[in-house]
């Protein structure tokens, strides 16, 4: 029932650093998906150097890893997104000074190979499409 949750406004983020935080329900065990939501943080890597873990010309990558999307992993305990969370942000969390912590959506979560298996996940880059978000979004509607 949408009126059990709260409903936020999102910001959106054309910078950001290495690290980011995404959010899950992984399976944790024979493929059985946790209760809870989980997290994990990954870090980014180059698309160029993502690229080598894709078969090239492969059927989901016509065109290669390209610039409208964000390779990331988790490097030391192979946490990750799994099926089922495509759709889901990535975020990086901010505390500018003197103000509240906020969180930034960086990207959505979009595909990978298998789940925690240390291959880069690859995830849709919300700054490209900031202009056209925007477009839509603040549009006026004639009354």
């Known amino acids: 029932w949408l009126r059990e949750y709260s409903i936020w406004y999102v910001c959106m983020c054309k910078h950001f650093k290495k690290i980011l935080l995404v959010v899950s329900f992984q399976p944790y065990a024979a493929g059985v998906s946790s209760p809870f939501l989980m997290k994990t943080n990954l870090s980014t890597i180059d698309n160029n150097e993502c690229q080598l873990h ?59 190979i298998g789940c925690g298996t240390g291959m880069p996940s690859v995830y849709t880059r919300i700054s490209e499409y900031i202009d056209w978000i925007e477009n839509v979004t603040y549009r006026t509607v004639p009354i």
């Open 54 to 112: 894709y078969e090239p010309d492969s059927d989901v990558l016509s065109d290669g890893i390209i610039s409208t999307q964000i390779c990331a992993k988790d490097h030391e305990k192979l946490r990750d997104t799994c099926q089922g969370d495509s759709g889901g942000p990535i975020i990086k969390f901010i505390k500018p000074k003197d103000l509240n912590p906020m969180s930034l959506v960086v990207g959505i979560t979009s595909f990978g």
